[in-house]
């Protein structure tokens, strides 16, 4: 069973930085896509960035591209970088994974390739 853990929420001053972590258990697939989503108050959930476990590939968001840089490490951590905040990134940020032998499918952000959710991190600008 996957288990997704997010940490490094808090608050940021616009024009600040936040890097947030996914720790993964269970995530013995063989090809999967693993990335952010984020979903303010009374807003829809949307994607931010994500990447393809089995190739360098990474996908943003049009609101994340030149701002956000979405990485992970060796063993089982995920990480998004957030530079030139603004309040409107303002949101509750989920870390999600899911299979597929398709990379591409990794920057639909309807997120229906990803199956597994973590259960949130804050994060919160003030202008």
């Known amino acids: 069973q996957v288990q997704l853990v997010e940490y490094g929420g808090g608050s940021a001053q616009a024009g600040g930085s936040r890097r947030l972590s996914c720790k993964a258990s269970?995530?013995?697939?063989?090809?999967?896509?693993w990335g952010w989503f984020r979903q303010a108050p009374g807003k829809e959930r949307e994607g931010v960035a994500s990447?393809?476990?089995?190739?360098?590939?990474t996908y943003y968001a049009d609101s994340a591209k030149g701002r956000f840089t979405v990485s992970r490490d060796n063993y089982n951590t995920l990480y998004l970088q957030m530079s030139g905040l603004a309040p409107e990134d303002t949101a509750t940020y989920y870390c999600?994974?899911?299979?597929?032998?398709?990379?591409?499918?990794?920057?639909?952000?309807?997120?229906?390739?990803?199956?597994?959710w973590g259960q949130g991190t804050q994060v919160t600008v003030s202008s």
């Open positions: 269970g995530l013995r697939y063989s090809g999967y896509c």
């Open positions: 990447i393809y476990s089995r190739a360098p590939a």
């Open positions: 999600a994974a899911g299979p597929t032998t398709q990379s591409w499918l990794c920057g639909d952000w309807s997120g229906s390739t990803y199956s597994d």
